[in-house]
């Protein structure tokens, strides 16, 4: 791998813990002011908002500036949601603005994989940086977690500036302004990511222009045999992987008396075993045989169901290792078929925006689906339930899908795993 692609994994490490600690900070936050519990679950759903409403926008600005920079402008403005709950916005508002951040951060950080790398590389560095972004996810939580318990938060609360009152009275807001500093170590690594020599492209004088263009390379991708398949599968998984974080927090208060500090560390487990799942994934798998592992979602879908049976730990820990598993090793080859299909059709900072419209909209959609859920009265397993047979019928809907292409498209789905092949042997 090159230098810069170290860079680039050590600025996403620390931005991605940094929103990890946060949202068990956030989660914290509601609980100990009082909100309702569909406001908690509404956190994901509300950090997905931005990726949703500015996905015609956010890959064309990527494609415009130089990456790095895009990446310390969008850390900026994490730094900025922080700020605003820290000091009197309301969490479910101010996590919204950190996703319209993390809306930005994404397209550069996939984008600059297909500009550095060549495509031989494409599975072996998402599974890296998979890998790390799961990493970062299991320590996010967990600091999270300890950064809201009475342990390390009586320590930060001790804390007194000369002069200064800062209204920091609570173990979530101190939590919260620690993450701060974190975000600033990430911006840092930005301004080291190596300028790529890849051409920018402007954005036009009117970004209204951009709507039909994006809506265009949504329809390109979706048209496409193999890319439709890889986004349909990518989609599905990340709608059920974001709103786990949540779920699992959910599932471990009802099921196991978990405090949030408690039940962070298992959220932590789920992630273990994504990343071993994404490690063998990098080693075993190629691009064109990435299709293979789709029956694996169906497997997803049914794990989540079989977690309302679980009220010990230890059954709990190995089997969320086994539900992660399979997540890590259905993600990685099936993003890097999606991004490869991406920037053949339409360049990377645009194909990785629509990759996230369509990934954001699902966890918005699911997890809106499991906030209505419990606003409306159903308990957590119940919700569980019905989130996991969702899954499962949509994974088993995809399967179907491709299997109806491999019918009745050959000539296309063939040619098109063949550039695959060309492409991982020569790239």
Not at 69 to 74: A, E, H, L, P
Not at 403 to 426: I, P, T
Request: net charge positive; glycine share 10%.
């Amino acid at each position: 791998m090159k230098r810069g692609f170290y860079t680039i994994m050590s600025a996403q490490f620390f931005s991605s813990l940094a929103d990890n600690a946060l949202f068990v900070a956030a989660v914290e936050l509601l609980r100990t002011s009082g909100g309702a519990e569909w406001q908690r679950a509404a956190l994901v759903p509300m950090f997905a908002l931005f990726y949703v409403i500015l996905a015609p926008f956010v890959g064309a600005f990527a494609d415009a500036l130089p990456k790095g920079k895009v990446m310390f402008v969008s850390n900026a403005i994490k730094v900025v949601g922080c700020l605003m709950m820290l000091f009197g916005g309301h969490p479910l508002l101010s996590f919204a603005v950190v996703g319209l951040g993390a809306a930005a951060y994404s397209p550069a950080k996939y984008g600059i994989l297909t500009e550095l790398l060549p495509a031989s590389q494409l599975v072996k560095a998402n599974g890296w940086i998979e890998g790390l972004t799961i990493a970062s996810i299991i320590l996010g939580i967990l600091l999270g977690g300890q950064l809201v318990g009475h342990a390390v938060s009586s320590h930060l609360l001790s804390f007194d500036l000369p002069f200064i009152d800062t209204n920091i009275d609570t173990p979530p807001e101190a939590a919260i302004s620690v993450l701060i500093f974190v975000y600033a170590l990430a911006a840092w690594f930005n301004t080291r990511i190596p300028h790529t020599g890849v051409e920018m492209r402007p954005m036009p004088s009117n970004p209204l222009e951009l709507v039909p263009d994006f809506w265009t390379c949504n329809s390109r991708l979706w048209r496409d045999k193999l890319g439709q398949i890889s986004l349909a599968t990518t989609t599905l998984f990340w709608g059920v992987s974001g709103n786990l974080r949540y779920i699992i927090l959910a599932w471990s208060a009802a099921a196991l008396g978990y405090s949030t500090t408690q039940a962070s560390s298992l959220s932590g487990v789920v992630a273990i075993g994504t990343a071993v799942g994404a490690v063998l994934a990098s080693l075993r798998m190629k691009l064109d045989t990435a299709t293979r592992v789709i029956p694996l979602g169906i497997g997803m879908g049914l794990l989540v169901i079989f977690m309302n049976f679980i009220s010990n730990v230890w059954v709990a820990a190995p089997f969320l290792i086994l539900l992660g598993g399979l997540g890590g090793f259905l993600v990685v080859p099936m993003n890097a078929l999606l991004q490869h299909r991406g920037h053949n059709l339409m360049g990377a900072g645009r194909s990785i925006a629509v990759q996230n419209f369509n990934e954001q909209a699902c966890i918005l959609g699911l997890g809106a689906f499991y906030s209505l859920s419990t606003g409306m009265g159903l308990s957590a397993f119940g919700a569980i339930t019905a989130f996991g047979v969702l899954v499962a019928g949509f994974m088993w809907l995809i399967r179907r899908w491709h299997a109806s292409n491999c019918q009745k498209h050959r000539a296309e789905v063939e040619h098109l795993l063949e550039v695959a092949r060309h492409d991982n042997l020569h790239g």
